[in-house]
C-alpha cells in the first residue's frame, strides 16, 4: 500500500512538472510573437541595418580611392557621313574642352564645347546663289565655303564594372557615354565676300564610349572617346547648294551624321 502511495504521488509530480514546461515554452513562444508584432518594433531593422553600413563603406571607399572632380583639355577628329560628309573637306584637329563631377565610382556629369574647322568648295552655280552676268553667263559659282562647328554639351557616363575583369581592362577605366548638344554652324563665302555669312543652330544628341588609361593614379589621365551624333543641322534640308544647271557640281540637301574620335589630358582632383 505504501509502494502504491509513493509510485502515485511520482507520477502525478511528473506530469504537473510536465504540464509547467509547456506552458512556459507556450509563453516563450507568443511573448516572442509579441515581440515581432509590437508597433514600436521593426522587423527589417537588420536588414536596414545591413544596407546602411554597406552604403558607409561604399562612401568611405569612394573618398578614399575615388575622382571627384576633372578637367578635359582634347584634340581630335569630326567626320560627316551622307551629303554633308560628300560636300566637307574636313580641317583637324578638333578642339576640346570640359569638367566632369563624379557622383559615384560608376556615374559622372560633364559639360563642355568642341569646335570643329570643315570647309566646301561649289565650282558651279547653285540654287541659293543664281547670279548671273556677263562674267558668269551660267551664274557664277559660290566658290571656297569656310565652316565654323561649335558645340556645346551636356553628358552623363557610366563606367562598367570591371572588378572581376582583366588588369588591362581594369587600368583603362571604360565607359559609356551619352551628351546632349547644341552644334552652331557658320558658313562664310570666302570668294563671294558680298555674300552674308549663313548662321544658325541645331540640337543634336550623341552616343559612344570611352577609355581613360592612368598616368598617375587619381592626378592625371590620357583618354580616348568615340562618339556618334545625330544633330538637327539649321541647313540639314537645305536646297541652296542643288546645282542651277543640268550637270552641274551641287548637293540637294546636306544631310548627314557626325562621328567624332577625341583624345584627352585629364587632370583629377
Known sequence: MKKILIFSLFAAFTIFSGHVRAQEAANDIFSADDDDLNVGGDIFNDFNEDIE?????EDERFYRYGRFFSFNVSLGLTTFDGNRGLAYENQPPTYGMSFTFFKDFQSALGLGFEYS??????KDAVLGFPDISTECPTGCAPGFVDVSMLRIFFSYRYYIDTANLGTAITYSN??????????YTTNKYEDQTELPKDSGGGLGAAVGFGLEFPIEIKESYIGLEFLFH????????????APLNAGGYGFENLGGNAYS?????????
Open 117 to 122: 574647322k570643315h570647309s566646301m568648295f561649289l
Open 261 to 269: 574620335s577625341m583624345v584627352s589630358y585629364i587632370f583629377n582632383w
Open 174 to 183: 571604360p565607359y559609356f557615354i551619352s551628351r546632349i548638344e547644341y552644334w
Open 53 to 57: 553600413d554597406a552604403k558607409l563603406v
Open 230 to 241: 545625330s544633330v538637327a543641322f539649321h541647313d540639314k534640308n537645305t536646297q541652296k547648294y
